[in-house]
């Protein structure tokens, strides 16, 4: 039996790995999502790149509670726009529940449907 664990970029030993086991993971997460809810999130993850246009990369990613939207080392470019879209999300809904994680790469938000 393969022990299995789940690998954080910080901690793994060959960071190349690491990378190559969140896009499996998100591949395989990625079936429990309905197409309605795949474009709602591509819709939203298209709308926040409008006002972190710096960030130096930014991913879509899948997880099997909720999907995930990353931007390493934001810069914000419209913070009042910004703060509305974001008033705007927490009414939206299509979910039941948006959560912005910060950590020391830059900013995940979490949509729950």
Same mark, same amino acid.
């Given at each position: 039996?393969?022990?299995?664990?789940?690998?954080?970029?910080?901690?793994?030993?060959?960071?190349?790995?690491?990378?190559?086991?969140?896009?499996?993971?998100?591949?395989?997460?990625?079936?429990?999502?309905?197409?309605?809810?795949?474009?709602?999130?591509?819709?939203?993850?298209?709308? #926040?790149?409008?006002?972190?246009?710096?960030? %130096? $990369?930014?991913? @879509?990613? =899948? /997880?099997?509670? *909720?999907?995930?939207?990353?931007?390493?080392?934001?810069?914000?470019?419209?913070?009042?726009?910004?703060?509305?879209?974001?008033?705007?999300?927490?009414?939206?809904?299509? #979910?039941?529940?948006?959560?912005?994680?910060? %950590? $020391?790469?830059? @900013?995940? =938000? /979490?949509?729950? *449907?």
């Amino acid at each position: 039996m393969i022990k299995r664990q789940l690998l954080n970029r910080d901690e793994a030993p060959v960071p190349y790995f690491a990378i190559l086991d969140a896009r499996m993971r998100s591949a395989k997460a990625k079936s429990l999502y309905s197409i309605r809810q795949e474009a709602i999130a591509t819709g939203i993850f298209y709308a #926040l790149q409008l006002f972190y246009t710096r960030a %130096t $990369k930014s991913y @879509l990613e =899948y /997880r099997q509670k *909720f999907i995930a939207l990353k931007f390493d080392h934001p810069r914000i470019t419209d913070r009042k726009g910004l703060n509305n879209y974001e008033d705007g999300l927490t009414k939206d809904s299509r #979910l039941s529940k948006v959560e912005v994680v910060k %950590t $020391k790469q830059g @900013l995940i =938000y /979490r949509l729950y *449907f």
